[in-house]
């Protein structure tokens, strides 16, 4: 894609009436200019979004050699998704080769992670971005437009073209597999306890539960911040309900660890009286008794194909179209069963 034209020290020089080497003295805080020519560069500078840090990457329109990655998710959840490492590692592996850093950020709000790629842009320190868990209407996507910003998006439905590219994964077909092996099994009340709800792969699974209606399949749908404490909240609500569910389905495998535990401590037994499942896979949710039957995916790969992708963008004069990636598939383990005539309590 072609560079963002930046305002360079003669751009700054020229609108101030001033030398080139004067912006230099007042930018990078030297004495050789009045403090009243000093301000009025700085104030010239800052209007103009120029920063000292890409100065001679703008003239010289060399890359950074920097990718960037902004998560906007609660710390605390970070450390425990495996999903989050599988996928930092892919990436790492394809970035190691050609020596390109990774710049992972923590954000709090999809306004922090634009004001984030603004900042990234304005100071060129990253050549591109990766992008995860798209919404409806995303403000990202377009702020990624207008800056010009090589992307990739790991998403769960294709970019239609007038988007940045996506690397997209079955998210639909994947749930529909879930549920339908618990429907099958013969659960006839299903709740989903998923993470945020404006998340486009949150959407996708709760359409595919809700489409189990017509079947006589009764499903609930849960929001929540994706931590293990929200799933261990709204898994004691569910059975405190005048009809609890038979069968949960978590969002992430900590989720599912979290509820499982909840299910032992209250002598609930999986999967005699619940039957318990998970969108991530990972090696714990393999090992914990009773293992849970979870959405298996190479998490590792999507990084590295995410990476991949994304490099190929930035060599790109124009957005390329989008990626399919390995669809998930279900492991059936011990957690999911056939229900007891008797909810459980």
Do not use: C
Request: hydrophobic share 45%; proline share 7%.
């Amino acid at each position: 894609m072609p560079p963002v034209k930046r305002v360079t020290i003669t751009d700054i020089a020229r609108l101030a009436g001033v030398s080139p080497g004067a912006v230099s003295f007042a930018l990078n805080g030297r004495p050789g200019v009045s403090e009243q020519t000093r301000q009025r560069i700085l104030a010239i500078a800052e209007e103009h979004d120029w920063l000292p840090s890409s100065t001679a990457r703008a003239l010289t329109g060399a890359r950074a050699g920097v990718i960037g990655f902004a998560v906007n998710r609660p710390a605390r959840t970070l450390g425990a998704e495996t999903f989050f490492t599988d996928l930092i590692a892919g990436v790492q592996s394809t970035l190691a080769p050609p020596r390109i850093a990774l710049q992972t950020v923590l954000v709090s709000s999809v306004e922090e992670e634009v004001a984030t790629y603004r900042r990234w842009r304005r100071a060129h320190q990253v050549d591109g971005v990766i992008v995860i868990d798209p919404r409806e209407g995303d403000p990202r996507l377009s702020a990624l437009r207008e800056l010009g910003l090589p992307a990739v998006v790991i998403g769960s439905v294709a970019s239609r073209g007038h988007e940045p590219a996506t690397l997209w994964i079955d998210d639909r077909q994947i749930a529909r597999d879930l549920f339908d092996h618990l429907a099958g099994l013969g659960h006839r009340s299903i709740a989903y306890v998923a993470g945020p709800e404006e998340f486009q792969h949150t959407r996708l699974r709760a359409a595919e539960l809700t489409a189990l209606a017509d079947h006589g399949v009764a499903g609930a749908v849960i929001p929540t911040d994706s931590s293990p404490a929200a799933a261990s909240a709204a898994l004691h609500r569910l059975l405190d309900g005048a009809a609890p569910p038979t069968a949960v389905v978590f969002d992430n495998d900590v989720m599912a660890i979290a509820g499982l535990r909840t299910a032992q401590e209250r002598g609930v037994p999986v999967p005699q009286d619940l039957s318990l499942a998970s969108f991530d896979d990972s090696v714990v949710a393999a090992l914990v008794h009773p293992s849970i039957t979870s959405a298996t995916r190479d998490t590792f790969g999507l990084g590295a194909d995410a990476a991949a992708f994304l490099l190929a963008q930035i060599e790109s004069s124009e957005v390329l179209p989008d990626r399919a990636a390995a669809v998930p598939q279900l492991t059936v383990r011990d957690s999911t069963a056939a229900p007891r005539r008797s909810s459980p309590r």
